[in-house]
């Protein structure tokens, strides 16, 4: 099939430039069918896909998009078109109960995914899991955009939330969750370090586990001892077992593990 490219000259020609058909827009003439004069359009349909269509076919709608409402009924049966649904509806859908926490703040989806769920699919790739969901990062506060986006787990998840307390050490931000795994100390433990401004150089080696109640530095079995019988001296004289620990920069199982074995010493 021939296309002549030339500009029309015949003046029973009809420019369809700048038409909207259904969910195309005319963007410009791209030529005419030999022999019989069919004039051809490059059109650009909402879902941000380019395609060219015969005029005819556009004035008589037999032509209103570029195919992607029948690619629609078949996303609907995508595995990640419920991901997909739920994301335009967070950021959309003043009625949806997390739009305050998404759309309410500002938060937008990227253009082209919002308009064409493959677009977003191809991006994403498939979903590891059904424990991952999609997931804002690096910046929590962005939208949903490339670059910024990622599956999950729950953990990783909540481990990227605006409400997590925020910690700096040699120049590098973690949450403190992930400063407590990595040096191997609960949570309480590294939080009241923190709260103490107490060193956290030399506390253990990162990912070994304390065992149960030795949230301590790594000291003398002399120095410890003498340290643990610090703390059960202070409650033995009316501290409560949380005092003794934020003065200690301990945790409180440690206190109360220290009280147990000072009390049945004689």
Not at 135 to 161: C, H, I, L, S
Not at 203 to 211: E, I
Request: glycine letters at 10%.
């Amino acid at each position: 099939m021939a296309i002549e490219l030339r500009n029309p000259k015949n003046k029973r020609f009809i420019d369809l430039t700048g038409k909207t058909f259904g969910t195309l827009t005319v963007k410009s003439f791209m030529g005419f069918k030999k022999p019989i004069g069919c004039s051809k359009w490059i059109c650009e349909c909402q879902c941000g896909r380019t395609f060219e269509a015969w005029g005819n076919a556009l004035r008589a709608g037999q032509c209103t998009n570029c195919g992607c409402k029948r690619r629609e009924k078949v996303a609907t049966k995508h595995p990640l078109y419920s991901t997909w649904a739920g994301m335009i509806e967070r950021c959309y859908d003043p009625k949806c109960k997390q739009y305050k926490n998404y759309g309410g703040r500002g938060i937008t989806v990227h253009d082209g995914w919002r308009k064409s769920f493959w677009s977003f699919a191809e991006y994403m790739g498939q979903k590891p899991s059904g424990f991952y969901s999609v997931d804002r990062f690096p910046d929590n506060n962005g939208n949903y955009e490339p670059g910024n986006v990622r599956w999950a787990t729950k953990q990783e998840q909540n481990r990227n939330r605006r409400s997590n307390h925020l910690v700096t050490l040699d120049g590098l931000t973690k949450t403190l969750a992930e400063w407590a795994d990595e040096f191997g100390i609960s949570r309480q433990a590294m939080l009241q370090r923190v709260q103490s401004g107490r060193s956290l150089h030399g506390h253990r080696q990162p990912n070994s586990r304390p065992k149960k109640g030795e949230n301590e530095p790594e000291i003398s079995f002399s120095e410890r001892r003498e340290r643990r019988r610090t703390i059960y001296e202070q409650v033995a004289a009316g501290a409560t077992v949380e005092i003794a620990a934020k003065s200690h920069g301990v945790s409180v199982s440690l206190v109360r593990s220290a009280v147990r074995e000072f009390r049945s010493t004689p």
